[in-house]
Structures are given as C-alpha cells and as structure tokens.
C-alpha cells in the first residue's frame, strides 16, 4: 500500500474513532508502520479537519517530516520497534476504559473475550505524564505478550496488523471495559482459570478471530458446502 493510501485510510480511522464513540475532540493518536519509518496522526488537529497531508512522516531516530507530529511519538515509535508482529498503534480515551484505567484496574478474564488482547488480562501500565518516556516504557512493559493496555489515569492501547485490525480491538476492549465496570456493581465476578483462557486463546488463533475471515480449515465440523 502505497503512502497517500495510508494516510487516506488513517484519517479515515481517526474518524470512526469518533463516531464509535471510543474517543472525542483531540484527543488520541494512531500510527502505521511504512517503509523503513512510520506515519503518525499530528498533535492537537481535529479529526474533522484533518486531511492525508496532514499526517506526519516519522524515522525511529524521532526525525520527522512535516507538521508537529502527536505529542505521544515516543511510545508509538518504540512500540513500533520493539513489535515486529504489529504495524497499528492506536491510542484512545474511551470512557469505559479511562474509568478502569483511574482506578489502575487491570481486566481479569471475567469474560472469555480478553483473549482478544492475547492473555489471560488486559494489564493497566503504571501513570507517567503524557508524552514521556516514562509513558512510553511503563506502555511497553504493559503490552508485553499482549496486543491492548489501558494506561494509568489516561486511556487505552490497542495493536494490529492492520488499521480495521486496530480498530476493532480498542472498540472490543472499550465494550469488555463497560461489561467490567457493570459487572463490579454486582460485586467482584468470577475468573476464567488460566487453563481455559489458554484454549480460547488457542482456538481464537486457529479461526484468526478479529483479524479477517476465518481460514479454510481452521474449523473440523463446519465448512462450505461440496467441499471435502
């Protein structure tokens, strides 16, 4: 994909980001792996008004072409070096999360569908001010082994491969977050034990599930029609 298309594809994000109602006004930032760089939303610019040329074109030294590029590069920057496996930072405040993320709580597996995030939790990193170094180290070892967090007194990360991919993860930990704080109201809720989160997250890798359709015999019982 080449980098107009991505910059295009990025402000489109930024906008369902919005309209999901994940993030509001200014606040949040997304990221996209490209070439031997990175391309990352600029600081304080509304979604609405953004355009392609507004987007921000980062090296990993933190040299950048450009507008003033989001005030959070440190950790999409590092995140992006340090994780092979992901091409998709993206950063939002939505409100379920953010209120967890007061408290520190991190999400057990109350829900089997923390396994989305890639273990048995979804951690919340420790707080450090916005836009530091210190976000961004207590951001890394927050998403060790996973692809969400929530960020101390701040917000959510959420990793992809791709910008759907991203997306559709910070919306899922956005509804697991409202699913935690209702589910408190009725007392502390039962955990799945380790050993069957360990199978979900085993057969939600075999179906690719949140990351596309699922692969042609992934699944022994159901299959298309005809086929063997």
Request: aromatic letters at 6%; one cysteine or more; charged letters at 20%.
């Amino acid at each position: 994909m080449n980098s107009q298309t991505l910059r295009e594809e990025m402000v489109s994000i930024c906008r369902r980001m919005n309209t999901s109602d994940i993030n509001q006004g200014t606040a949040g930032n997304l990221s996209v792996r490209s070439g031997d760089g990175f391309l990352i939303t600029p600081s304080s610019m509304p979604y609405d008004v953004m355009t392609p040329d507004d987007i921000v074109e980062m090296d990993f030294d933190g040299t950048y072409v450009g507008g003033r590029p989001s005030s959070e590069w440190r950790f999409h920057r590092d995140i992006l070096r340090a994780r092979e496996d992901i091409n998709v930072v993206l950063h939002c405040h939505s409100v379920y999360a953010t209120t967890l993320a007061c408290h520190h709580k991190t999400i057990p597996a109350f829900h089997y569908m923390t396994g989305v995030a890639g273990g048995t939790t979804i951690r919340c990193a420790r707080y450090a001010t916005f836009g530091t170094q210190a976000l961004s180290d207590a951001a890394l070892e927050a998403l060790e082994g996973r692809l969400a967090c929530l960020l101390g007194q701040h917000g959510q990360i959420s990793l992809g491969t791709s910008l759907e991919a991203a997306l559709w993860l910070a919306i899922e930990v956005e509804t697991l977050s409202r699913m935690y704080v209702q589910a408190l109201a009725l007392g502390e809720p039962p955990v799945l034990p380790d050993d069957e989160m360990e199978r979900v997250i085993a057969q939600m890798k075999r179906m690719s599930y949140g990351f596309g359709p699922e692969a042609e015999g992934s699944n022994d019982v159901a299959r298309p029609r005809g086929k063997n």
